[in-house]
């Protein structure tokens, strides 16, 4: 009998590791054989840990599973979920880029290249750089980190630079509140990160790569350094990869710990040693990046969706979407819902949707009133945008940023003008400092919402004009985009701004 216990470690934080050793025990006890595979999550976080178990006739999935449970999980008397792909929440998704996750042992390469890993770079192999470069252009995949830039244009750039080194970076900063995708990637399928790597290095040229990991992640660092160790011994990385004749090998290195180093440029002078703090572009990083070489900086999913396009084509993956978004977004359902987690599905389904319809509403069963979508710099949509279709530009449109694809639900207890002056605070507190509309004009920002929050009326348009320069005048998109949550609030839920100023007057 298999089991498949998750190591991810949000099963881990609600107990998997407890569950392998009453399993263990309880085998033991009863002396029967069994094999405990410790795959990556499925992503439906509320149902974690999610045990599944082979009986010889598919995977059977139970949870949450508790120590107390386990007598009953091996009699086969505890009640079950059935098959996992039958799950709606599952079953409704389009697993591209997860489509391994949570199925696969994360550290055997036997068993992702028996579930379609590998295919990919085959493929790559074969093709020219320049030809790498097209398929990816092709795709229409644009940067999952939060800019949506698209990612052949920014490979073309590298490939077309002319310099002794090149360098590819995957940015694993992942500090967006409300996401997780990069993590569960990283646990759950390295292999598919690192083959996409490889690939991105074929195409523009480029022998060596960096992933920029979290510290806060110390299962996604242990997972991701076996992984590139059984990657190197395979003769998937190093000098001449699955025998092609070219070169590329990659390092895992740990991040500062700073919201800031998740932003490229900032994150390249931490990579080399240096204070995170952001650079001004130009030069773009793709010309002059790590160590001053030509360099693509892509996000974890980014990169991990390459094996997929190159696996199934470019106009597969095309294929589906909504205008200008193609393909699939790795929607992370977080905050107050009753059925948080990993959705993959191609981009299209509206905002009210996943909320209402996968999500399930909220936990509390009380009415949504807002969610903040792509992240801390991400503007809060209210219940009257829930039409919105995820899609970069159908968000943009709306005043709103699909960023990372973090999604975090507000039932109506939430004080929009706390969260407006909780955005200042942490542009406050995250701001490099190399930018004055940011580093001064955040520390502004929380005084001036303070004294809305005292009932100073005259206060709400000299908020919108520090917004204004934050906006127009920061280097970066943090200092930037903060403006985004704060005047989100301020114009969707003007009461939350209004009741003391009027109880005053
Ligand atoms: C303040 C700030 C924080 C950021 N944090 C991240 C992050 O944690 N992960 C990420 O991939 N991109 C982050 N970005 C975006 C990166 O600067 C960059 O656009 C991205 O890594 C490019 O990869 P992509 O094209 O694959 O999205 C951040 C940007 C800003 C301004
Ligand atoms: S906007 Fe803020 S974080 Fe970005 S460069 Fe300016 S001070 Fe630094």
Redesign the pocket.
Known sequence: MRIYVPGDSAAKAVGADDVVRAILAEAARRGIEIEIVRNGTRGMIWLEPLVEIDRGAGREAFGPVTPADVPALLDGTLPGHGRVEDIAFFARQTRLTFARCGVIDPLSLADYQAHGGLAGLRRAIGMTGAGIVAEVTASGLRGRGGAGFPTGIKWKTVAEAKADRKYIVCNADEGDSGTFADRMIMEGDPFSLIEGMAIAGLGVGATKGYVYLRSEYPDAIRVMAHAVEIARSAGVLGADVLGSGRAFDMEIRKGAGAY?CG?ET?LLNSLEGKRG??RAKPPLPALEGFLGKPTVVNNVISLATVPVIFERGALAYADLGVGRSRGTVTLQIAGNVRQGGLFETAFGMSLGEVVNGIAGGTASGRPVKAVQVGGPLGAYMPVSKFDTPLGYEEFDRQGGLIGHAGLVVFDDTADMLRMARFAMEF?AI??????????IG?VRGVETIDRIAQGDGAAIPVLTDLCET?RDG???????FTPFPVMSALTHFPDDFSTLREAAE
């Open positions: 800031v932003e900032s703090i952001v542009c995250e701001s490099c400092g190399k930018c004055t509309p940011c580093r955040a934050m920061s280097l970066c998109a943090l200092g930037g």
